[in-house]
């Protein structure tokens, strides 16, 4: 049925100053314009648009409800749904609005491309790609499109299609300051460090609040070594503009003025964790020249860590980390993120001391674990191969256990189970025996005490090679192609850690490579001839 002459002038209207950025006067126009047809498909589809403009995705999500059930073939009504439910993070059912609308009209390309995004977000890599590809295939001049699909394409591994397609995207349009951020990080995984760092100081030129380009800079100059201006960046993970916000919102746990390089003589200053266990660790390392300031120090960090950290720092308050914090770290004078600390004392690459290890197992339980475990008449060594998979990045760091097969045909060597997440279950198809105690510790305490008896670590990269680290103990990690910046960008020392060796991936997703590497290295230290650490 034809609309009456002004109702179809208050849609059309309506429709105009919503283009025209007034949303007041466009949901004005709807609302009239449904009182003479309230059940035109037009109407509730008009006042969802104006509602989802002017910020209210929630309300708009109920009026292109009402647009669905007037006219369930209406392919823009799904996928406008589909845009208000990914903006309220229901990717679940905004998946099921672009599929809605992909059902009504197969070549819809922004219905592809969103589905690709929110696939992405569910973590479903490999369904992802596929409709990131057809909407590629549709629209091969579009840099946003090709930008999603080189996004869908770095998630499955495929760095070098990946960088390829962000390219081209950027051929197409030069000022796009996401395709930048985002060809400097395949560049990075590449270990093309260099190109890396110069996309995203092009990102940052197009828009220099990007939170994320600069925190991605700060990695690629951290792996290079180019610490002063690294740590400057690094400094981003505290923006409440970061995607990473874990740092941001410990910020905002903390109202007094952070510390920058004051006397502390007659003062208190608290360091707050903000990251992971590994992290943790790593920069508990800097807390011995923080101590030499003087002053009062308290350490607030993953409950976790708490009795590791509070015997090997005696002169330090340790506090679990909780929400709000403990009323002595309140009141402190100071308060500093523990990530920020390398800033002030770590510069250069000749400010890492050379140490044996900064922190203390237990020696009593150290002790106890001895007598159980007995002589060794073998070298022992323990393993780990995964990390926690609620990680974003866990399924590049971590391997199965299955991939360490080839290290089972090495003689002269007993293996120990370190991992106690969710993949603990493969040791029931381990390649090669394994001994596990691991379900006897309570926190990284006892797995320091039990890591006391053993010659050696393997581990890919998860808290368990920073743990051996920060213990002084031999510890070989295995890292990807994009490694954690402390491991650096080649070579196979850390300033960090001098007893850890470093294997890493030549190609993306190498496990092999690596295996083999580390079987080798291992064949000749169970006779004696290989280094356990590498040389300086």
Not at 442 to 454: E, I, P, W
Request: hydrophobic share 45%; with cysteine; aromatic share 8%.
């Amino acid at each position: 049925m034809a609309l009456e002459a002004g109702t179809a002038a208050m849609l059309a209207e309506g429709r105009s100053r919503l283009l025209q950025g007034d949303v007041g006067g466009a949901r004005e126009r709807f609302d009239l314009a449904a009182k003479g047809a309230p059940d035109d498909l037009q109407v509730p589809f008009g006042i969802g648009n104006a509602w989802y403009e002017s910020g209210d995705a929630a309300t708009a999500v109920e009026w292109f409800r009402r647009a669905q059930g007037l006219d369930p073939r209406c392919a823009e009504v799904h996928y406008n749904l589909g845009v208000a439910l990914q903006e309220l993070q229901r990717d679940e059912e905004a998946e099921q609005a672009y599929r809605a609308a992909l059902s009504s009209r197969a070549d819809y390309v922004p219905a592809l491309n969103n589905l690709g995004i929110v696939l992405r977000r569910l973590r479903r890599y490999g369904e992802a790609l596929a409709p990131a590809l057809r909407a590629a295939e549709l629209a091969p001049q579009d840099a946003e499109v090709l930008n999603n699909l080189g996004q869908a394409l770095a998630d499955l591994g495929h760095v070098a299609e990946a960088e390829a397609s962000y390219r081209e995207a950027l051929r197409l349009r030069p000022d796009y300051p996401e395709a930048w951020g985002n060809r400097g990080v395949a560049l990075m995984s590449r270990g093309e460090l260099d190109a890396a760092v110069e996309c995203f100081e092009a990102a940052i030129r197009l828009r220099p609040g990007d939170a994320d380009a600069r925190l991605n800079l700060s990695h690629a100059l951290l792996l290079q070594g180019k610490l002063e201006r690294g740590w400057e960046e690094y400094e981003q993970r505290l923006s409440e503009h970061c995607g990473d916000s874990r740092s941001a919102i410990g910020a905002r746990r903390y109202s007094q003025r952070a510390w920058q390089g004051e006397d502390l003589s007659g003062g208190s200053l608290v360091l707050w964790a903000e990251q992971g266990m590994g992290d943790q660790i790593l920069f508990a390392g800097v807390i011995p020249d923080l101590l030499a300031r003087g002053g009062r120090l308290i350490v607030e960090c993953d409950p976790r860590l708490v009795a590791l950290f509070q015997r090997s720092f005696p002169a330090v308050r340790v506090v679990s980390r909780q929400d709000p914090p403990a009323a002595e770290a309140q009141a402190a004078d100071w308060q500093l993120a523990l990530g920020s600390l390398p800033r002030h004392f770590r510069r250069a690459l000749g400010d890492f001391p050379s140490h044996g290890g900064y922190l203390r197992a237990d020696p009593a339980r150290a002790a106890a674990w001895g007598e159980r475990l007995g002589k060794a008449g073998k070298l022992r060594v323990g393993l780990n191969w995964a990390g926690n998979p609620a990680f974003r990045h866990d399924r590049w760091r971590s391997a199965s256990l299955a991939d360490f097969a080839p290290l089972g045909g090495v003689p002269h060597v007993e293996w120990f189970n370190l991992h106690q997440g969710v993949r603990k279950s493969e040791l029931a198809i381990a390649p090669f025996p394994l001994h596990d105690y691991a379900g006897e510790w309570r926190d990284l305490d006892d797995t320091a005490a039990f890591m006391a008896n053993l010659d050696l670590v393997i581990s890919t990269c998860t808290v368990i090679p920073h743990l051996a680290g920060a213990l002084g103990k031999p510890a070989w990690v295995l890292v990807h192609g994009l490694p954690y910046w402390a491991w650096g960008g080649e070579g196979k020392a850390t300033p960090w850690y001098p007893s850890v060796r470093v294997f890493r991936q030549r190609g993306w997703g190498d496990w092999p490579a690596v295996m083999a590497e580390v079987a080798a290295a291992l064949g000749e230290l169970a006779v004696g001839g290989a280094e356990l650490a590498p040389k300086a």
